[in-house]
């Protein structure tokens, strides 16, 4: 039972990573959208909205585990506040990723 616990917990931590993973790239996309080569920016918004994706599914994952190990205080508990993150993670990818297209679309 340990060795789930353990593999549990590395959703939590895998999903905050890669929802700032998720984050982070149109950010980049949008400092360097001065630069010479602007090709790749599709490639950038296709990684952050798929990273956002899997950071969710992750979340999914999680509570999963929850329920298949019956911990329904830990589900009463985190429920709300992982559908509040949630919200706030996708709204603010998709959100960089439309100023990310505005932005490069503006420029050609």
């Known amino acids: 039972m340990e060795?789930?616990?353990?593999?549990a917990g590395w959703l939590n931590l895998g999903s905050l990573v890669l929802g700032l993973i998720a984050?982070?790239?149109?950010?980049?996309?949008?400092?360097?959208?001065?630069?010479?080569?602007?090709?790749?920016w599709v490639v950038f918004s296709v990684a952050s909205v798929s990273t956002c994706a899997i950071s969710l599914c992750m979340q999914i994952f999680y509570t999963d585990h929850l329920v298949k190990i019956e911990d329904w205080?830990?589900?009463?508990?985190?429920?709300?506040?992982?559908?509040?993150?949630?919200?706030?993670?996708l709204a603010v990818t998709i959100i960089l990723n439309v100023i990310t297209l505005v932005v490069y679309y503006r420029k050609s």
């Open 73 to 89: 205080s830990a589900l009463m508990d985190t429920s709300h506040a992982v559908a509040l993150v949630a919200t706030l993670l």
């Open 23 to 40: 984050w982070i790239l149109p950010v980049v996309n949008l400092v360097r959208h001065n630069k010479a080569d602007r090709r790749n």
């Open 3 to 7: 060795k789930v616990m353990f593999g």
